[in-house]
């Protein structure tokens, strides 16, 4: 498996988890060990008992990590500041069992910033699974609206999954085609 990191862990704390790739959330109890195999754009991967879970950086103080604090933006923003922002924010949702972004991995198809008039904005953003039916799809959208909807002046966020047209091994960045072999 790429990005294996093998960090023993010791769970500080009970912490809300989501098995990897069914998608399915549930609570690891204080106490469980394993390791931390991929820790990239704040998330966590874990290898406990057999299984991997993925662990959201707003919990990270349970593996013992510190969160990660929300994006820094300019005075007085423009819409093109906030969507070069989510962009950035976008590059670190990362896919739990590849150490590959979503915008590497070529998944966000649209991205659409409007000024709401009060120095407020509304994000639309249309991504894409390398897989339909990937138990980790509405994971991964869940990522990208957290990620985006901490970003200040950013009041509305919505993330649609669609699957027109369809992905392929094409739509990865160079960078991403070599990490994973592809190239």
């Known amino acids: 498996m790429f990005g294996h990191t093998n960090e023993p862990v010791t769970l500080s704390r009970d912490v809300r988890a989501i098995v990897i790739p069914a998608g399915e959330e549930l609570l690891l109890r204080e106490g469980t060990s394993g390791f931390i195999t991929q820790a990239l754009g704040g998330s966590f991967t874990i ?10 950086g707003a919990d990270a103080d349970a ?5 990660v604090p929300p994006p820094d933006v300019p005075d007085d923003p423009t819409d093109a500041d906030i969507e070069a922002v989510i962009w950035e924010q976008l590059s670190t949702c990362y896919d739990p069992e590849i150490p590959v972004n979503i915008v590497d991995l070529g998944l966000i198809y649209r991205c659409n910033v409007k000024s709401l008039g009060n120095g407020q904005r509304s994000v639309d953003v249309d991504m894409t699974l390398t897989a339909p039916g990937c138990g980790m799809g509405e994971i991964l959208v869940q990522d990208a609206q ?5 970003i200040p002046t ?17 739509m990865m960045s160079e960078e991403a085609r070599l990490q994973t072999g592809l190239m």
């Open 63 to 67: 593996l013992g990590k510190e969160p």
């Open 154 to 170: 950013v009041a509305d966020v919505r993330v649609q999954l669609v699957f027109d047209p369809p992905w392929h091994q094409g």
């Open 146 to 150: 957290e990620k985006i909807g901490v």
């Open 47 to 56: 290898y406990l008992d057999g299984n991997l879970f993925r662990i959201a």
